[in-house]
């Protein structure tokens, strides 16, 4: 009987992610490094690559990705309530486009936000994609 062929476009093992479209520079890229900490005391959490732009994870869930230098912005998942009550808080901070209106997510500029409500905000966008295991380990070490 003769083996079946692997299609070309399908490999074993793990694929090198796409290059960034646009690393960060200068204050956007300082402002990722503070997102990605405070995000890295989440279990599960891994930073990555999403739509070629740095991103973070969980389980391979998208919880935030930084959108290109040209868009500026951290895009980072948020319950629909409290996306309209950040909006409204602090519209020159939060926003949305066109493009995540129909999405669980919100848009903040990393160059208005105030540092320490950061963490609550990336800890429930944790919250949002963590699988429940994860998040009653991390409860209980608390």
């Known amino acids: ?31 990722w490094a503070r997102v990605v900490e405070i995000a890295g005391a989440l279990p599960g959490t891994v930073e990555t690559r999403s739509y070629r732009t740095p991103a973070l994870k969980v389980k391979g869930k998208i919880l935030a990705r930084l959108r290109t230098e040209a868009e500026g912005a951290l895009a980072i998942r948020c ?35 105030r540092w320490d409500a950061m963490p609550g905000i990336v800890e429930q966008a944790w919250r949002s994609v963590a699988p429940a295991r994860l998040k009653a380990a991390y409860d209980a070490e608390r």
Do not use: C, W
């Not at 692997?6 to 290059?19: D, I, Q, S």
């Open 1 to 31: 009987m003769a083996r079946k062929k692997t299609p070309a476009h399908r490999h074993k093992g793990p694929r090198e992610p796409a290059p960034l479209s646009h690393p960060p520079e200068g204050e956007l890229a300082e402002a």
């Open 79 to 113: 319950d629909p309530l409290d996306r309209n009550m950040l909006m409204q808080a602090d519209p020159d901070t939060f926003f949305l486009t066109d493009h995540y209106r129909n999405h669980p997510m919100v848009l903040i500029d990393l160059r208005r936000v």
